[in-house]
């Protein structure tokens, strides 16, 4: 039977997947993805790493629990300095019926439900559009369903929203 457990980023607890606050430091664990529980007695000879990328890049990228290491990111706004904490998951819906902050973009009349989607990609993330009044990247125009790559340093335009990109 395969277990599952939210791993606290601060101090490595494997915690119940129910649990919103970890066991043991009481970190905010609400945003972790479950995991597959590590088995202890786990024979490393069974790791077999991603040979379509040269060893180092792969070598840094592995650890012991086989998962990729990718920075948090958030969004802060240009006018107000409100920052978006956008969870490791792999999927975040942003709009006023969004995963994140529905009351902050419930005070524009442009932003729409669903107005976009960060995705966490092998690499980083990507932004892909679903609104009627437009996502912007670094200024250039998403159509609806096109998706752009988005890392610390670009700007990120939700209708009338703009939002610096930076790493936690």
């Given at each position: 039977m395969t277990n599952y457990v939210k791993v606290c980023e601060i101090c490595g607890h494997e915690n119940n997947v129910s649990y919103l606050?970890?066991?043991?430091?009481?970190?905010?664990?609400?945003?972790?993805?479950?995991?597959q529980e590590i088995e202890e007695e786990k024979d490393?000879?069974?790791?077999?790493?991603?040979?379509?990328?040269?060893?180092?890049?792969?070598?840094?990228?592995?650890?012991?629990?086989?998962?990729?290491?990718?920075?948090?990111?958030?969004?802060?706004?240009?006018?107000?300095?409100?920052?978006?904490?956008?969870?490791?998951?792999l999927e975040t819906v942003l709009g006023r019926e969004g995963d994140l902050c529905n009351d902050y973009f419930d005070q524009s009349n442009f932003i729409s439900r669903r107005h976009s989607t960060i995705r966490l990609i092998s690499d980083g993330y990507s932004i892909t559009d679903h609104s009627s009044n437009g996502t912007f990247v670094n200024g250039k125009l998403l159509k609806r369903g096109q998706s752009a790559k988005i890392k610390a340093g670009d700007i990120v335009t939700l209708?009338?929203?703009e939002f610096l990109i930076e790493n936690l």
């Open positions: 606050e970890c066991e043991d430091c009481s970190a905010d664990i609400s945003y972790v993805s479950p995991t490393e000879s069974s790791i077999v790493p991603d040979k379509s990328r040269d060893d180092e890049e792969s070598a840094n990228e592995f650890q012991s629990n086989n998962t990729v290491l990718v920075g948090r990111i958030k969004l802060v706004a240009a006018k107000d300095n409100f920052e978006v904490h956008v969870p490791v998951k209708a009338d929203i």
